[in-house]
């Protein structure tokens, strides 16, 4: 979306599905591809209503999605207890519409398959056990944990939440995050390509623990930003990079329907068509495919967000535009393999036909 300069957006665009329906019908492409989504939410707050009918909704409208991972977004937390304890609500809301979706009672797909939740490791040496609590509690699904560090000297708005500045960098933070890899837990990040340096530091400093490098490593083009695409494209390539030279960071291949990216698709009268979505897209996810390779890289949808630009068949036309040259065995890596291996589903377990 086109800002001025310096205009702050909301968090999230509108979903708007009478102008989602003014986009022709297309076809899906590849409809036999299986689909692990690692990457959507659910959320009942002010103005973004998401939950299993919506998402149900959606997948019913093409695609092959097995499974999928459900990503923290700091809704259905306890309103009782220790603070480090509040956020076992979320994991436990999810958990349960876990099982109500591997009962088979609404279709085949496996939604939420995995947790990713969420434990502020700033509470540092109380950390693990509270990350104990969430495995507890998950019933096996619980794969890792989110806390999103998107933040800028300007207020840039990339997300709901309202992270302090330098986060990955903070002492507390670490001591918590220490506890992540004997538990065998992995770490979702979430910021923007101004702090790729902090993600990169805290790589170099935790070797064992496995980081998913969310949205692309958030490229910024609006606000003050708005405009330098290309100055911005080449800072974040660099940065990209640098990180992918550490070998404990996988990328997600998604989000790039958010506002952050400046694209201005949502100001249209119509919404775009999947060939319009994979040509803007194509320079970002062919630097990251270079870069990180086809087994450290996977597609997400980051629905219901990225629902503000396009809808879910769209999107994974997009996605399989940008893939039209790779092998078979290459494409199942990008759109399935590498999210179980990656954040070790075991959708066998959950009766998933496969």
């Not at 933040?151 to 992270?163: C, I, M, Q, V």
């Not at 997400?300 to 068949?313: A, I, L, M, Q």
Request: hydrophobic residues 45%.
């Amino acid at each position: 979306m086109s800002d001025a300069a310096g205009k702050i957006p909301d968090a999230f665009l509108k979903v708007r599905p009478e102008w989602l329906a003014l986009h022709e019908d297309e076809p899906v492409l590849e409809p036999d591809l299986p689909i692990v989504d690692p990457h959507h939410h659910l959320m009942d707050m002010p103005g973004h209503n998401y939950m299993l009918p919506e998402f149900l909704t959606d997948i019913a409208t093409g695609h092959r999605l097995v499974a999928s991972l459900f990503v923290e977004c700091r809704v259905f937390y306890r309103p009782y207890g220790p603070d480090e304890r509040r956020s076992l609500g979320e994991t436990e809301f999810v958990n349960g519409v876990a099982a109500m979706s591997a009962s088979g009672l609404y279709g085949p797909a496996r939604a939420c398959a995995g947790i990713i939740g969420n434990v502020d490791l700033r509470f540092g040496d109380r950390a693990g056990a509270a990350l104990e609590a969430h495995v507890a509690a998950a019933g096996g699904r619980f794969r890792g944990i989110r806390n999103v560090a998107a933040w800028h000297k300007d207020g840039l708005r990339a997300t709901s939440a309202n992270p302090p500045p330098g986060l990955l960098l903070d002492p507390e933070f670490r001591k918590g995050f220490a506890a992540l890899a004997p538990l065998g837990l992995t770490f979702d990040a979430w910021l923007l390509h101004t702090q790729l340096g902090d993600l990169i530091d805290l790589a170099r400093a935790f070797p064992d623990t496995t980081i998913i490098c969310d949205h692309i490593g958030g490229p910024a083009t609006f606000g003050p930003y708005a405009g330098r695409r290309d100055d911005v494209f080449a800072d974040w390539s660099k940065s990209m990079r640098a990180l992918a030279r550490c070998p404990n960071v996988q990328v997600k291949l998604g989000g790039m329907g958010m506002h952050v990216l400046g694209f201005d698709f949502p100001t249209r009268t119509r919404p775009p068509n999947s060939q319009q979505l994979a040509e803007a897209w194509r320079p970002y996810v062919e630097l990251c495919l270079d870069a990180f390779g086809v087994r450290r890289a996977m597609f997400e949808s980051n629905f219901p967000v990225d629902k503000g630009t396009c809808s879910w068949r769209v999107l994974w036309n997009a996605f399989k535009r940008l893939t039209a040259g790779a092998s078979a065995d290459e494409k199942r890596a990008l759109f399935f393999d590498n999210a179980c291996r990656i954040y070790g589903l075991d959708l066998a377990a959950q009766g998933a036909s496969v």
